[in-house]
């Protein structure tokens, strides 16, 4: 990461509210970050040689992980690059990404990983974590040398963008990853079921003239992947986790012992189909928005942790592929910026989900699930990457504003209660909003 030189000073957050997921509990302590560790957490800390930043009566949380990003460089680069990406993804707490493979290359080798992470040392403000895809060139066929790309740096696998389609093919990869004892991430999408699907089927689809996608494309490959999960034992991350069923059957999965974790995204916690009356192409992606009651069970599921963690899915698109009909556009959504404040207020300033429960979604679930040692926790000695939200802070979602290159988001225009205020990479502030706010 290319980190702020001004200060390698120790740097003490004082007067904050500790939100610690491995405690569960709300504390008032102060943290000293030094030589990129958290050095020390206690109620009144001194420290005469650091820089104080006042943090009192906001709220200190481990940094913030996405785990589910298109950065789209090597070969996107009109729609963002690992400069521009990692920039929004500090711009909205986030101290690290995991990065999704469907480049151009695609990751599928451990030069794509090298590059990435060469690229993420040099131009990169957050951590990147590489994701490679699960089999060759994408094409469902042959599995990847898994093995190199663990050792080059990747953190799971996934052909994100598409399903792993053959069952056989799913198998060896949970079984060859399991050897490494990292994840296989699928975006479960029947594809003979999705064929040609642009939003979600149902009284809208049929009112729009659009074609739609059953809730079962995504269920029949969930059940899959849960039953091979505990046929190999391997370990199955469902990404977008977007239907009752599906949540229905991961939660079963669990009861049964077998290894399956899923993500959700703000956006289908918050928008349904009926987003899609206008055509607009900013509420176009994959899976689509589904109905009222899908997004009620992504809520609970969220809850009561059948769904561990939440990822954006940010998917930056150039502006002339989305400004097209919506049959014709694109998929995806981006989500970096918008993703805390539009939580914050919608489901924590609503008393739905609690602000702890929020932040271990964001941090410890996906740590534990991409075993990143040292982040997801405000623990002595854990990395000094820190997300500080101010919960009382007027903000409004102005794409124009935004980092990332695209503008693609489905929530322009969104006040909102609550926001990220400061951002520390390693002990390094590579995000102040405190200009950012309407007051
Ligand atoms: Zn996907
Ligand atoms: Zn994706």
New binding site residues.
């Given amino acids: 990461m290319k980190l702020p030189d001004e200060s390698s000073r120790p740097l003490l957050l004082k007067g904050g509210c500790l939100l610690d997921p491995a405690s569960g509990r709300h504390e008032n302590h102060d943290l000293l970050l030094a030589e990129g560790r958290i050095k020390a957490r206690a109620p009144d800390l001194h420290a005469p040689d650091a820089r104080v930043l006042d943090v009192s009566g906001k709220w200190v949380a481990p940094g913030f992980i996405d785990m589910h990003v298109h950065l789209r460089e090597p070969g996107g680069e009109d729609a963002e690059t690992i400069a521009t990406g990692t920039r929004a993804a500090a711009a909205g707490g986030f101290t690290a990404v995991a990065a999704m493979p469907n480049t151009s290359p695609v990751n599928d080798d451990q030069s794509v990983t090298r590059f990435i992470l060469a690229q993420a040392a040099r131009d990169g403000v957050v951590r990147v974590h590489p994701i490679g895809c699960v089999t060759k060139g994408m094409s469902g066929e042959e599995l990847t040398e898994m093995g190199n790309q663990v050792d080059a740096g990747c953190m799971a696998f996934s052909d994100?963008?598409k399903p792993v389609a053959s069952a056989q093919v799913m198998r060896r990869a949970l079984e060859y990853s399991s050897v490494f004892g990292v994840p296989i991430i699928d975006?479960c999408e029947e594809p003979t079921l999705a064929a040609g699907a642009v939003m979600n089927e149902g009284i809208v689809s049929t009112a729009l003239g659009l074609r739609g996608m059953p809730d079962e494309a995504e269920e029949v490959m969930v059940d899959r992947n849960i039953r091979l999960a505990g046929l190999t034992g391997g370990r199955v991350h469902i990404?977008?986790i977007s239907t009752r069923g599906a949540i229905e059957s991961v939660r079963r999965g669990k009861e049964a012992g077998v290894r399956v974790t899923a993500e959700v995204t703000p956006h289908h916690l918050l928008l349904t189909e009926e987003a899609v009356r206008d055509y607009d192409t900013d509420f176009r992606m994959?899976p689509p928005l589904r109905t009222e009651e899908d997004r009620a069970a992504c809520v609970a599921g969220l809850v009561d942790g059948t769904i561990d963690a939440i990822a954006t899915?940010h998917a930056p698109h150039a502006h002339e592929f989305k400004n097209v009909e919506f049959d014709a556009a694109p998929n995806g959504v981006i989500g970096l910026e918008s993703a805390i404040p539009v939580l914050m207020d919608r489901l924590v300033a609503t008393g739905l989900l609690t602000p702890v429960r929020m932040v271990e979604a964001l941090t410890a679930a996906p740590a534990r699930i991409l075993n990143l040692e040292g982040q997801g926790s405000l623990m002595v000695e854990s990395l000094a990457d820190i997300t500080v939200l101010d919960p009382d802070c007027l903000f409004t979602v102005e794409a124009r504003r935004f980092r990332s290159l695209s503008r693609n988001t489905p929530f322009n225009g969104w006040r909102c209660r609550g926001s990220v205020i400061f951002t520390i990479v390693a002990g390094h502030l590579v995000h102040d909003g405190r200009g950012d706010f309407a007051g």
């Fill in positions: 994100d963008g975006h990404a977008h994959n899915d």
